[in-house]
């Protein structure tokens, strides 16, 4: 089992070199999204939007709100960030991701996104849309979207992978892509903005705030602007921004 999960790390790191720029990071992103934890066992933190003014300057598009993270805290996961000491995320860890990614797509059950939203990508969940967390189902792509084709029959597996429907938690998602580009099952998966359950109902993973924010967040998002979020501890940003090209500490 320990030369395994050596093995799995290894692998983890060299790809994560191989994968990153490290002269560049968030320097292409012109809006970005800062998670800050007080720490690493924190299940609490604050979110706020960034976006580039003309000049190339980060300017805040106001101030912090609350965040729920995973009831375990912060471990490194698999982005655009170059490789660091300390905790991997794995599934099943109940641990956001910690470092720098790409925000993906949209998902909710609505027929469009909310109103006065920029036409940041956009996909309308339905009973044949499933989410692959099994990496048995080695033809399809793990940690990522699977829509049935029109006619074809539900697969033996479908009880187990499709995506829920009716459940307030979910009405909004949007993608963080931890573990999304070259995905290794080892790593976790379904990792999302999403709307709370509760004041303090701490996740498996993914970060969640009341609908009101959450709609903020996807009315931000703009088509073109490569947005990206990180999210840290509040040490390691301190220890960071400069070299990943993130606003200056507040």
Not at 5 to 13: D, G, K, P
Not at 158 to 169: G, N, S, V
Not at 170 to 192: S, T
Not at 229 to 249: F, I, N, S
């Amino acid at each position: 089992m320990y030369r395994s999960m050596a093995v799995f790390f290894v692998t983890l790191i060299l790809t994560g070199l191989a994968r990153a720029d490290d002269s560049r990071l968030a320097l292409d992103a012109k809006q970005i999204v800062v998670c800050l934890a007080p720490d690493a066992s924190a299940s609490e933190g604050t979110l706020q939007l960034f976006h580039r003014d003309d000049a190339g300057q980060w300017q805040s598009d106001g101030k912090p709100w609350p965040v729920l993270f995973g009831k375990g805290g912060l471990a490194w996961g698999r982005g655009l960030h170059p490789p660091q000491p300390g905790p991997q995320k794995t599934g099943g860890d109940h641990r956001n991701p910690a470092g720098l990614f790409k925000i993906g797509f949209v998902m909710g059950y609505a027929p469009k996104l909310p109103d006065g939203s920029q036409g940041w990508p956009y996909h309308q969940v339905t009973d044949r849309d499933a989410w692959i967390d099994d990496a048995r189902l080695s033809e399809l792509t793990y940690n990522h979207l699977y829509t049935l084709p029109p006619g074809a029959p539900l697969p033996p597996w479908w009880e187990a992978e499709h995506m829920h429907l009716d459940d307030p938690a979910y009405e909004w998602l949007v993608l963080i892509e931890h573990n999304y580009d070259d995905p290794v099952p080892e790593a976790g998966n379904e990792i999302f903005f999403h709307v709370r359950r509760g004041e303090h109902y701490r996740t498996a993973g993914c970060t969640t705030m009341d609908l009101d924010h959450l709609e903020r967040l996807i009315k931000w998002l703009k088509p073109g602007s490569n947005a990206m979020v990180t999210e840290l501890t509040r040490a390691d940003y301190a220890r960071l921004w400069k070299d990943w090209h993130l606003p200056p500490p507040r």
